[in-house]
């Protein structure tokens, strides 16, 4: 068996040693590091607005995570440039990326007056 340490290889040799049986890595146990989301703008009518420029990969799974874990808030992105890919080798927009995660959005130059209101 390959173990990802020396130190493993120690315990398991003395386990084995003493007789005792065991699983190596047998589990695994999902978990969440908890994290805090400061939106951009909160409005009178409930709606949290989040403006980008840059939307880097880190950011999109930040929003998709505040998403699915606190489904109650009306979050809507305001790009710069909505129509961006979300990298290089990508064909998929900002726009596309929220679509098909149900998120509104919007750019800049034409924000929804019924969004602010």
């Not at 990298?87 to 019924?114: R, V």
Request: hydrophobic share 40%; with cysteine; glycine share 4%.
């Amino acid at each position: 068996m390959a173990f990802r340490s020396g130190l493993e290889e120690r315990i398991a040799d003395l386990l084995v040693e003493l007789g005792v049986k065991y699983e190596y890595e047998s589990t695994k146990v999902p978990y969440v590091i908890q994290h805090n989301y400061t939106p951009d703008f909160i409005l009178p009518n409930g709606v949290w607005l989040e403006a980008k420029g840059y939307w880097d990969s880190k950011d999109r799974k930040k929003i998709k995570s505040v998403i699915q874990q606190n489904p109650d808030i009306d979050l809507r992105m305001v790009f710069q440039a909505p129509f961006n890919t979300i990298s290089k080798k990508s064909k998929t927009t900002y726009a596309q990326w929220c679509d098909k995660l149900g998120i509104k959005w919007t750019s800049f130059a034409t924000i929804p007056i019924d969004w602010l209101l």
